[in-house]
């Protein structure tokens, strides 16, 4: 049941294709009483305007009303049926489209308020339902602030949404989170503000270990408003990406402080610093679910990638260079003979010749330049069965070939290993948040050496079904 007051908006509108051809049509809105929450869209194409011919998506909608300071917008509009002609003519009638996909729906209109603010409307996360008390009495109220250099006070803040439930006397709530910016629109546009704003976004994915994105905004300025949703008919959900009991980097008394530290350290890193947390941050918190082996790949990828960029190459010693020389001809000797190996040999005279390291090397130096500790987790070498060796058997194998709870539990590892980097890189303190999570099963010491001795040892369900098991 729906009790909740929701917004109905209708309109005449143009629906525009790619090659430029254009019908009207029929639109009718109701908005969510929450952001984040899906919006229905409906539009209808008038009988009186067939036959049409076949639009070609995406499409774009605009609202036909001439008020200056009211319109409407819809981007990248989608459809998996439209009807373009009838067999009986009804004047009066509507066909509906089916749409697949919007990008983004955007509503101008006017406000009584003169106020000028902007709001960045998130999603619902585990960590502010977590450690925020319930309380209706306020319909408004502020959880924390953030302070940006450029944007000045940020104000994270959770609204509810009351509505009384039918036949009762009780009350239904629903509450959402938006960060409040006092910004001159004037002076940014939407879209710059969002790219200020991402950085934060970004550090708050690691402290809540849950992705937190950006499902629309809303502006008030010199009494217009403008409501802006993204994906407003599939709208995105993050799920908390760590392990249950739930837990977190920081308490909600202590996230401004984070927060505030990890935005002026934020600022102080080069472009590749910011480029690496970045992808640490969608690693640790992605967007979407990921099974164990996507997420052990897109986390390896993102610590090798640091760990390969922070390398200072070395000059060869004469060694090196005599070693690279018999690996060079080793390796030609073995392509005249056609073995599949030359070019691995031929990859390893390259990396003494160039005084480059094993991937090993590189992460371990990275970890100990930057004092991260890792000697507590799964092994990052360890011969086939470490981190390293799980990654070339997911890459050139398949996950079919590790044990699936060796493998859930090595991902946790890494995830811990590239978190406590990432909370590195940015100054925010993370051993007391870990040292809490010592007294878990899968960070157990013995436990994690049964698992790294079983991780190889899985059945070929195939071979044996065929019975061509060696």
């Not at 004469?318 to 073995?334: F, G, H, P, T, Y």
Request: charged share 25%.
């Amino acid at each position: 049941m729906d009790s909740y007051y929701r917004e109905k908006v209708s309109f005449d509108a143009k629906l525009l294709d790619l090659s430029g051809r254009e019908v009207l049509v029929d639109c009718n809105l109701r908005l969510p009483a929450i952001w984040g929450e899906k919006v229905e869209i409906n539009i209808g194409i008038p009988h009186s305007e067939m036959p049409i011919n076949v639009f070609e998506n995406p499409c774009q909608l605009s609202s036909l009303q001439d008020a200056p300071n009211y319109r409407v917008e819809m981007g990248e509009v989608c459809y998996r049926k439209i009807t373009t002609g009838l067999h009986q003519a009804r004047k009066f009638g509507l066909s509906p489209i089916i749409l697949t996909h919007v990008a983004h729906l955007k509503i101008v209109d006017q406000c009584p308020n003169g106020e000028s603010k902007f709001y960045i409307c998130i999603t619902p996360n585990d960590y502010l339902s977590d450690n925020t008390s319930l309380d209706s009495s306020q319909m408004l109220e502020e959880l924390t602030s953030f302070h940006c250099s450029t944007l000045g006070e940020i104000k994270l803040q959770r609204y509810w949404v009351k509505s009384r439930v039918s036949s009762s006397n009780d009350y239904a709530l629903k509450s959402g989170y938006w960060l409040e910016v006092s910004a001159d629109m004037h002076k940014y546009e939407a879209n710059q503000i969002l790219q200020m704003i991402s950085p934060i976004l970004d550090i708050l994915s690691i402290i809540f270990r849950q992705r937190v994105s950006v499902v629309g905004w809303q502006s008030l300025q010199s009494g217009v408003r403008t409501r802006y949703w993204i994906y407003p008919i599939e709208p995105s959900e993050t799920h908390y990406a760590g392990l249950e009991p739930k837990k977190y980097v920081a308490s909600i008394n202590d996230l401004s402080e984070v927060v505030n530290k990890a935005i002026h350290t934020h600022k102080l890193l080069q472009g590749r610093g910011r480029q690496w947390l970045f992808f640490l941050s969608y690693g640790l918190s992605p967007a979407i679910q990921l099974q164990d082996a996507e997420r052990f790949m897109s986390l390896f990828r993102t610590l090798e990638k640091i760990s390969s960029e922070s390398y200072e190459p070395k000059a060869p010693t004469d060694a090196n260079k005599v070693a690279a020389e018999m690996l060079q001809d080793l390796a030609d000797s073995m392509e005249e003979m056609g073995l599949d190996t030359s070019s691995r040999m031929k990859g390893f005279a390259k990396m003494l010749t160039n005084g480059d390291s094993p991937l090993a090397d590189k992460i371990i130096n990275f970890l100990n330049a930057h004092s991260v500790s890792f000697k507590d987790l799964w092994d990052i070498e360890g011969k086939k069965k470490g981190l390293i060796g799980i990654r070339n058997k997911l890459a050139h194998g398949g996950a079919h070939y590790i044990n699936h709870q060796s493998l859930a539990v090595a991902t946790f590892h890494l995830s811990v290993l590239a978190e406590r980097v990432a909370c590195t890189l940015l100054e925010i303190p993370w051993k007391e948040s870990h040292r809490r999570e010592m007294r878990d099963e899968w960070l157990d010491p013995s436990y994690v050496q049964v698992l790294q001795n079983e991780v190889l040892k899985v059945k070929n369900v195939y071979e044996e079904k065929h019975g061509t098991a060696k």
